[in-house]
């Protein structure tokens, strides 16, 4: 049983992106531990009949629900290749020193200075949780703690600063990380659904009079709801004037600095201490593919650093700078497990350095741009249309829309709204999503799908206006 060709077939996403009824599969899965094995010719049958057949179409053109999509074929093969031929990134193999070129490559691109370093991670939680890791160690020690060792009760009250709109895995983090969920400070947003500044500054100016630690400004480069940029340069000289360390969540937006039209939004990326982008994300690198990068090396080794074991001891002597290492088996090869949470970890940078190698930063910077264009389609459609509404107008690559029958409002409209998408989900052609904004629900395309051009954008308003008559009866 060979698997490749139904792997390509499905890579085609051809034909309508019906969801399979779960009865047609689970049957054919849904076992207890099996005490003989079926030996591998029967797991490839499954694998090719029920896991890759009925498989999560997220790659499909007409799909901009979520802000993860199905990895190039670049990626996908690069993935392969780095399962079988380098999965420990910290030995010396090329699979090693591609990993660390990727994350150097992915720090030019996104503008960072050259000094900066990063870390592949699992996904944009493990890399906004290593900003903020750092960003705790490093508000420890201008009191004098050592976080890391000595634990965070020793820090009077942390607080942490960022927008009503952060998204929720920042809160996890901030549990995990010992700084508490409760100790966020939820700022509003101001008329223009950023964070608002003035109450920004007001609340760090009372919480530092009352003996309070701040410990990151958190600001949102693209927040997933509208895909709305905050002020990061003003944000960036506020944490500066406050001695606090400023952390960026790019894990959606961070690419889209590579838009010209919207550049100036992100402020000068050398001002940020840390920032989390997700390769899985934009890049449509394989899901578990985020990236941490970091002003700091030092800092984040005293953050994250493992003591070494009596069995790794050689960890030390690595210094290849002045001889070649006799074996790969020597000694450790570039970059260190001391800035993440990881130790055995996949080199996920080859995909990032495959898809990089393939489409280049004129690839990427033209898909951000097309991307970015389907959204502005949306919006000056909707706006054009009598029937249709503009409830977000993007900044990226999400706009956000309804349709507007006669005489609806409230609740009635929220509902027509809703019965769309569930209609647009059952022809399965257009695939946006939707969200609940302070106006009510809207339909919600995100473009980030590498097989996504205009023409799926363009569909889905017609199809939108389409579903609409229909249901209002025109
Ligand atoms: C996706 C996302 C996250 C979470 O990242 P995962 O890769 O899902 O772990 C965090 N913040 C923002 C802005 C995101 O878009």
Known sequence: MALLPSLVEFTQFEGVDRAVPRSEWLDLIDEPLPQVGAGSEEVLQLLNDVVIKRGLRTGHPGFSGWVTTTPTTMGVVADLAQTVASAQRWWIHPGNHVDSMAVEWMIELLGFPKTFVGQFTSGGSTANLVGLGAARQHAGERIGIDVAHDGVSSIPSPRIYTSVQVHHVMGRSLGVLGL????????????????????????????????????????????????????????????????????????????????????????????????????????????????????????????????????????????????????????????????????????????????????????VRDRIVRHNDCARLVADRSSASEELELMASPELSITCFRYRPEGLSGTDLDEFNEQILQELRRRGESLPSGTWLDDGFAIRPCFINPRSGLDDAARLVDDVIEIGRILSGG
Request: aromatic content about 8%.
């Open 180 to 363: 508490g969920r409760a100790n966020v400070r939820a700022i509003p947003l101001a008329a223009n659904r950023r964070i608002d500044l003035d109450v920004l500054r007001s609340t760090l100016e009372r919480d530092v009079e009352a003996g309070a630690t701040p410990i990151a400004i958190v600001g949102n480069a693209g927040d997933v709801n509208t895909g709305m940029v905050d002020p990061l340069g003003p944000m960036a000289a506020l944490a500066r004037e406050f001695g606090v360390w400023f952390h960026v969540d790019g894990a959606y937006g961070g690419f889209g600095i590579l838009d010209e039209r919207v550049r100036d939004l992100y402020g000068n990326p050398g001002d940020y201490d840390s920032f989390a982008v997700d390769p899985h994300k934009w890049l449509a690198a394989p899901v578990g593919t985020g990236l941490a990068i970091c002003r700091d090396g030092d800092l984040l080794g005293r953050s994250f650093g493992v003591e070494t074991g009596a069995y790794d001891r050689e960890r030390e002597h690595l210094d290849f700078e002045q001889r070649e290492p006799e074996s790969p088996w020597e000694s450790t090869g570039r970059g260190t497990p001391d800035w993440g949470v990881d130790f055995s970890t996949p080199s996920r940078g080859i995909a990032v350095w495959a898809i990089l190698k393939e489409i280049g930063a004129a690839g």
